[in-house]
């Protein structure tokens, strides 16, 4: 394996996504690609009161190519209001969605105006609460598909694909509506964190089938 991953930027990221900080010594996030639709730069799954749903961050309308690291967040919707009812209509029953709410509210109060700001701020909170420090870089420009000394998995983390990925081996977890409704698979972290909480990083390196020093 090699010691730097190569990923897309994420809007509250599946778990699968953050297991890959445990595993590499660099994280590098490519911002220079241009911008692809309908993945996970600008959309989450949540577990909700009738199963899995999907938020989606608006973005304006792109005519040209854009690169990620330009993508103009439209606010013509009040989705800042949807993604956090539904995040709190979701998770207030988990065991440590008080906890760590105060955090999050703020994401959805501001108003950024670059998707890659948001969702780099949301990031380092989350990593925060993981108690976990990894180097992170931006790319300064784009990175071929077949960079030597690189594990590429900015289209192999994907909410149409189904997980393919040998390093990552998920285990059921406590979910809210697991009872009534199922396990579902690779989330967003924070279904992992409300539900977790303090736990979630020993939860997270459980799912790496990776050894970790």
Not at 103 to 110: N, Q
Not at 141 to 149: P, Q, R
Not at 197 to 205: Q, R, W
Request: with cysteine; glycine share 2%; hydrophobic share 35%.
């Amino acid at each position: 394996m090699n010691n730097l991953v190569l990923l897309s930027t994420a809007y509250l990221a599946p778990i699968q996504y953050y297991s890959k900080f445990l595993l590499y010594d660099e994280i590098y996030i490519e911002v220079h690609e241009n911008y692809p639709k309908q993945t996970y730069r600008n959309r989450c799954k949540i577990y909700g009161a009738n199963g899995e749903l999907s938020l989606s961050i608006p973005v304006k309308k792109l005519d040209i190519k854009v690169k990620t690291k330009d993508i103009l967040i439209d606010y013509d919707t009040n989705w800042r209001k949807l993604h956090w009812k539904s995040i709190e209509s979701a998770y207030r029953s988990s065991p440590f969605f008080e906890y760590y709410q105060d955090d999050f509210m703020p994401f959805y109060e501001k108003k950024y105006k670059y998707l890659i700001d948001l969702n780099t701020d949301l990031q380092l909170m989350i990593l925060e609460h993981l108690d976990y420090d990894v180097k992170i870089n931006k790319t300064e420009a784009y990175k071929t598909d077949h960079e030597i000394g690189v594990d590429d998995f900015r289209n192999k983390i994907h909410p149409k694909l189904n997980i393919n990925d040998d390093q990552f081996k998920i285990k059921s977890y406590t979910q809210v509506f697991k009872q009534k409704l199922g396990f579902v698979p690779n989330l967003s972290i924070i279904d992992l964190l409300f539900n977790e909480g303090p736990n979630t990083l020993e939860t997270l390196k459980s799912f790496n089938s990776e050894v970790i020093s």
